[in-house]
């Protein structure tokens, strides 16, 4: 339902645009001012007024989901229409018509005006929900530029043109107003160049109702965050990795070869495999001709200095060039890796792979458990081939009855996934690295995995076949590995927020947050970097102009997502865990939620809560990573910390 009315919205908004002109056109044009209007310019009227009559009931539609969804459009549409109906009433039928005589009209240049007038706020209306609140205020300034210079012309002009002057007048109006198009255009398309060179310290804040502080002055930089606990003493484990992101021609199960770029030659890149509590150590070396790299510990809260990202925490590794990451691996679960460098040209093309941390008291796998990662990637575009691991049609493995399984599905995707299990009893063991409290048991599972997100499923094998599907591809488990897929029914889909039992937590809905923010996810048409595009923007704004977050640390924080646009937005925040507090207004009830990749989907609004524990400056972006790419950035930075590294065209670090 709000996907039908949100789009449908957008639809007639943009239908709009040509109507208006129709109507500027007939109304304005010669023979506007005439005693009596002109049929075309009624009719072309009452379509815009139809219009927006469509568009103030969707307004209506939206409002069960609240005002923050209905109040955008129907503060525009509603003034829109009112004004709209009023010249149409007013101006544009007849003032009266006395018996025997024909219809009487009002003065055809007040006629003009109101038409210009009116043209004008429904299209104010249209642009503020296709292209935002700013492009709606150029908008109502370029409608009064054009009447002022309407007007000056019509006052300067020493005689009215003639009823009948054949083809110039009309071309040259459409000549004026093509000129006119092109040159907002460009000037629109020049205005949203990003600067070449961006930094994040300085930059515009949003303190969320807290102290200040001293935001970027003085204070520590990022490079120096480095983990109190990263050396090697006593009985820590050292786990030393090496990752080289080279190019290498993958090969699909489906004999389709890919250009890959890849970690070690293989796509996925190794699964790095550790203790809770022990040092990692990976050494990147990048072999890559021509681009930078870095490595991003997905969902891993690593000290700030460690997080990977090209123009916040340290430059792209240049090709040739080396970079050691040491953090240690507290919390145990299932996490992944990938480049943040051009994150959304590298992660489609293979720079990524698993990261697994077993708890320290884990045994010794052997062969009566089966651990798998199913990494889930489409290769190409986002209707390309997708794969689990390398395979995009059915795989099929061995698992003798009675084994314990555990299965940690990865989408490296923007877009969700839906895994589905079926031929099995299975818990839900853990969400992106967190357990998940008294897991109950389902007969099945069907799984909305966002994009970036992890769940980890635990069955033991039955003896017939177990199928896991993810869209497409699938892997069939049988005690003999040649059974082909099920055909079972799809089992309920998981409700995360009602799934297991709750537990005690440091914080919960009714705790006093020092800081609390609310970031509203749309979608705009316009430009991104001097390229038409659709621009994904949070309260209206894209990156690098997103005020940063600001925290102190030891803040409780809260932070509201509202997506009101028709996408999914995985958002990401880096360095933290959050708790889901609440979904479209209804506190959660299972097992608390713990996520650091949160889905919003369209029209749905979520609560979460965390605690600044992890000092630096860090990423909050929607982990469709071309949604990123499109603007949907933005930091959250403690006071007191700054960053010497720098984004742009005129640098080397390209994060998104």
Known sequence: MYLWVHYTDMVIALLQLPVAAAVWWAGTGPGASAARPSRTAAVAFLLLLGGAALRLAAGVLLLPWGWEFAGPRLVFVAPALVVAATVYLVWLRPAGEPPGEPPVYRSGQERVAAVVGAVGVVLVAAMAELAGTGAAAATGLAVLGASAMGWAYRKLRRRPAPEHAGWRPAAARVAVGVALVVAVAAGVSAASVLPARSSMTGGAVDTGGGAAGHQHRGGISVTELTGADTTAAGDVAVDRFTLTAQEATVRLDS?????????????????????????????????????????????????????????????????????????????????WYHSHEMSSVQVRRGLFGALVVLPRDAPVRDGDTVDETVLRHTWGSEDGVATLGLGSGVQRRAVPAGRQVRLRLVNTDGDPATFTLTGAPVRVAAIDGTDVHEPGVLPGARILVGGGARYDLVFTMPDQPVTLRADGPGIVYSPHGDAGPDHAAAPAMLDPARYGTPAATAFGTDSRFDRRFTLRLDERLGFYDGRPAVRYT??????????????????????????????????????????????????????????????????????????????????????????????????????????????GSGTVNHPE
């Not at 681009?291 to 090709?319: L, R, S, Y």
């Not at 979520?606 to 949604?627: I, K, Q, S, T």
């Open 538 to 647: 949070l309260n209206d704004a894209t990156f690098p102009d997103v005020p940063m977050l600001m925290v102190s640390d030891g803040d409780l924080v809260e932070v509201t997502y509202i997506n009101r646009s028709g996408q999914h937005h995985p958002m990401h925040l880096h360095g933290h865990h959050m708790l889901v507090l609440a979904r479209n207004g209804r506190t959660t009830t299972g097992s608390p939620w713990w996520v650091d990749t949160l889905d919003a989907g369209p029209g749905e609004t979520y609560r979460v809560a965390f605690r600044a524990d992890n000092p630096g400056m860090w990423m909050d972006h929607c982990h469709n990573l071309e949604h990123a790419a499109n603007g949907m950035i933005l930091h959250l930075g403690y006071t007191g910390v700054t960053s010497p590294f720098q984004t």
């Open 255 to 335: 004999g389709e070869q890919v250009a890959a770029w890849t970690f070690n030659g293989a796509t996925p890149g190794p699964q790095l495999v550790v203790r809770q509590g022990d040092l990692v150590e990976v050494t990147l070396v990048n072999r890559l001709p021509g681009v930078g790299v870095t490595v991003h510990w997905h969902g891993v809260d690593v000290p700030n200095a460690m997080d990977g990202v090209a123009g916040v925490t340290q430059d792209a590794v240049a090709p040739g060039a080396t970079f050691v990451y040491r953090f240690r691996a507290v919390q145990a679960g299932t996490y």
